[in-house]
């Protein structure tokens, strides 16, 4: 049966007043300075996108540990020298009346600094990124964040470590999902040691393309382990990384190899040669819209936490229909709030019904060389 939920209501989420349900979802900006600090241009980008309505910010990608980013110029928690400028970014937030939540996160084999795969790493190497993920949820809270949320999605460590695609150990620490699930667990348990009221969320895979990847089945079971251990909220996402990774919609080959940098450097008389093989071999998904939301649903019919749906949710229309006709708690957009940070408030005063993001994802592709920004086509 359909609700009828206003989207635009005051609302609270795990214990955080949020403004409305349309939360902005973590995005990658490049807006990091040679330390890992908020830049400038970080905080007004932040600052629109606290004027511009939505009910709450869930930051880019925060490093736990320096060098575990999948780019430079992203942004760090990995000590509390970086409290300072973070805690900027918080009041500056806070301002405007708006909630922020700290995106933690490792990028394991797709770190900067060398490869960290789950499967060769050691054990004393696993709890040590274990204890950083929780100093980073300790010092997240001290910083002023509303919360924390872990990134177990997109082919990062933790999202490797619960893939049966990626973990292939055969200890405590891989093979059984109870086992693959171990090390979020125990991150879970170490932050509700010194933090048991703070509202932890995390950010997990609904599905995954590659063989033996988390299907929604599996993925269902994994969100009750995450309820069970103490998670407040879960974002349903998807990919390991593969093709376009969670972003459904066109891609920008040619942009590609101006921009990423494993294309960038193939040779400029082999790039004729090269460009209709990548053309060919680049998989965009279908659909463009509401694509995670089956998995979600499954997840939000087996859990009693906060559900939040992300992944092609662009118009009023799409986001009424989530959380009315489907029954999920909230949404997260991110796309549309590039090329609009006051989306949502052009959705509440009436002024605009449907994003003009155009799904063309140059954006996901030129920020690994230029701070984040909206193409519209033009890669």
């Not at 939360?23 to 830049?39: K, Q, Y």
């Not at 700290?102 to 050691?122: F, P």
Request: proline letters at 5%; hydrophobic letters at 40%; one cysteine or more.
């Amino acid at each position: 049966m359909a609700r009828n939920i206003d989207v635009f209501a005051p609302t609270d989420l795990a214990r955080i007043a949020i403004n409305n349900r349309i939360i902005r979802s973590a995005t990658d900006e490049g807006m990091a300075d040679e330390n890992g600090a908020p830049t400038e241009l970080f905080m007004k980008t932040y600052k629109k996108l606290a004027d511009g309505g939505v009910g709450c910010i869930i930051t880019t990608y925060m490093g736990v540990i320096d060098g575990a980013v999948p780019m430079h110029n992203m942004i760090l928690i990995d000590s509390d020298e970086k409290m300072g400028k973070l805690s900027e970014l918080v009041d500056l937030v806070h301002s405007s009346g708006c909630p922020i939540i700290s995106q933690i996160a490792h990028a394991g084999t797709r770190s900067i600094s060398g490869k960290v795969d789950i499967s060769k790493i050691d054990v004393g190497e696993i709890r040590h990124i274990r204890d950083a993920f929780v100093s980073a949820a300790i010092r997240a809270s001290r910083i002023g964040f509303d919360g924390v949320q872990i990134h177990c999605a997109h082919g990062y460590f933790l999202s490797e470590c619960l893939s049966p695609h990626t973990n292939k150990r055969k200890d405590d620490w891989g093979g059984s999902e109870e086992n693959r699930f171990r090390i979020l667990a125990e991150i879970v348990q170490g932050i509700r040691a010194e933090l048991p009221d703070y509202p932890v969320f995390v950010k997990m895979n609904g599905s995954e393309r590659a063989k033996n990847g988390i299907k929604p089945e599996t993925a269902v079971s994994i969100a009750k382990r995450m309820e069970a251990v103490g998670i407040d909220g879960i974002e349903v996402s998807c990919s390991l990384g593969e093709g376009m990774g969670p972003m459904h919609g066109d891609a920008p080959v040619d942009m590609m190899f101006d921009d990423y940098p494993s294309l960038a450097r193939i040779p400029k008389f082999l790039v004729p040669l090269v460009k209709p093989i990548i053309r060919r071999t680049v998989k965009v998904d279908e659909p463009r819209k509401l694509y995670n939301l089956p998995a979600t649903k499954l997840i939000r019919d087996a859990v009693s936490i906060p559900v939040i749906a992300v992944g092609g949710i662009h118009d009023l229309s799409e986001i009424e229909e989530v959380i009315n006709d489907h029954g999920i708690d909230y949404v997260a957009m991110s796309r549309p709030l590039i090329l609009e940070p006051d989306l949502i408030s052009k959705y509440r005063s009436g002024k605009s019904h449907q994003s003009k993001c155009i799904h063309c994802n140059c954006c996901i592709i030129g920020v690994h060389q230029r701070p984040l920004k909206c193409y519209y086509g033009r890669g």
